[in-house]
Nanobody
Framework: QVQLVESGGGLAQPGGSLRLSCAAS????????MAWYRQAPGKQRELVAI???????NYAASVKGRFTISRDNAKNTVDLQMNSLKPEDTAVYYC?????????WGQGTQVTVSS
C-alpha cells in the first residue's frame, strides 16, 4: 500500500508561482511513473505532468513551459513547480503513482489563482 500526501497548495495571484510537493510512503525510484493531475469544478480530471521511472517528463499543452515536474528519489517526493499561473489553473491538484501493479492517488490540494 502506497500513501501519497500532497502539500503546497493555496492562493496565488495571476502571474505568480506555487510549488506543490507529493510525499510517497514507498520507494518512488521503483515506480513506473508518477504524475500530477488536476480537476477544476465541473470538469473532468486531467493530466498535468507525468514523469517516468527513467526521468523523462511530459506535460499538458496548457502548462508546457510554465510547469515543471521533478523527483527526489532520496526523499521519495515528486514536486510540481508552477510559474506564470493563470486563473484557469485553479483546480484541485492530485498526486498519482503507478507501480505497474497498482495505481494510487493522493487526497488532493487546492490551488486557486485569483487577484
Amino acid at each position: 500500500q502506497v500513501q501519497l500526501v500532497e502539500s503546497g497548495g493555496g492562493l496565488a495571484q495571476p502571474g505568480g508561482s506555487l510549488r506543490l510537493s507529493c510525499a510517497a510512503s514507498g520507494t518512488i525510484s521503483s515506480f513506473y511513473a508518477m504524475a500530477w493531475y488536476r480537476q477544476a469544478p465541473g470538469k473532468q480530471r486531467e493530466l498535468v505532468a507525468i514523469m517516468s521511472s527513467g526521468g523523462s517528463a511530459n506535460y499538458a499543452a496548457s502548462v508546457k513551459g510554465r510547469f515543471t515536474i521533478s523527483r527526489d528519489n532520496a526523499k521519495n517526493t515528486v514536486d510540481l513547480q508552477m510559474n506564470s499561473l493563470k486563473p484557469e489553473d485553479t483546480a484541485v491538484y492530485y498526486c498519482y503513482a503507478d507501480t505497474r501493479r497498482y495505481t494510487y492517488w493522493g487526497q488532493g490540494t487546492q490551488v486557486t489563482v485569483s487577484s
